[in-house]
C-alpha cells in the first residue's frame, strides 16, 4: 500500500469517470486530491488543469489525473507548466509508454474517447510503471527547459527510438 498523494481534477465532460478513478485510488492506498470538477455543471477546463498543476507545484501531490472530453484540451493546459508532463493515454500500452520514456508526471484521459473500465486499467498502469530513465532521461530534463533548446545537425537527424 502506498500514501502517495494523487491530484484529480476534470471538466464537465469527465466528472463521472473523475469519480470513478478516485475510488479506484482509494482501493489501491493512495491519497486522492480531489480538486473538481464536482457536478456535470459546465466548467473550463483550463481552470481545472491550472488546479493540479499548482497542485504539483507546491507539493500536495506527487502525481495528477486529467479527465476532460478528449484529454487533449486541459493536457495542452497543463503542459504549459515546465514542472507538468501530462501524457494523453487510451490504453495501457501508452499509459506504460508515457511513465517509462516520458516520466509523465499527470495522465489525462478523454472521457468521450475511453470508457471507465479502460481509463481504470490506464490509471493502475500509470501508476505502477517506473520511468526506465537511461536515453530517455537527458528527453525528459529537456521537456522541463524554459527556452527552445538551438537545433544541432545531430539534434535534427537523431533517429527517436
Avoid at 502506498?2 to 479506484?24: C, M
Avoid at 486529467?66 to 504549459?80: E, K
Avoid at 527547459?145 to 537545433?151: L, S
Wanted: hydrophobic share 45%; glycine share 8%.
Amino acid at each position: 500500500m502506498t500514501n502517495s498523494v494523487v491530484a484529480l481534477v476534470a471538466d464537465h465532460a469527465g466528472f463521472e469517470i473523475k469519480n470513478a478513478l478516485r475510488a479506484v485510488l482509494e482501493e489501491q492506498g493512495y491519497a486522492p486530491l480531489d480538486l473538481g470538477t464536482n457536478s456535470a455543471d459546465s466548467v473550463d477546463y483550463p481552470d481545472m488543469a491550472g488546479k493540479l498543476a499548482a497542485a504539483l507545484q507546491d507539493g500536495r501531490a506527487e502525481r495528477g489525473v486529467m479527465v476532460c472530453g478528449t484529454g487533449i484540451g486541459i493536457a495542452i493546459a497543463a503542459n504549459r507548466r515546465p514542472w507538468v508532463r501530462a501524457a494523453v493515454c487510451s490504453d495501457v500500452t501508452s499509459a506504460r509508454l508515457a511513465r517509462e520514456h516520458n516520466d509523465a508526471n499527470v495522465l489525462a484521459l478523454g472521457a468521450r474517447l475511453v470508457g471507465s473500465e479502460v481509463a481504470r486499467d490506464c490509471l493502475l498502469t500509470f501508476l505502477t510503471t517506473a520511468f526506465a530513465g537511461g536515453r530517455h532521461a537527458r528527453r525528459v530534463a529537456m521537456l522541463s527547459q524554459t527556452a527552445e533548446p538551438e537545433a544541432t545537425p545531430d539534434r535534427a537527424t537523431e533517429v527517436a527510438l
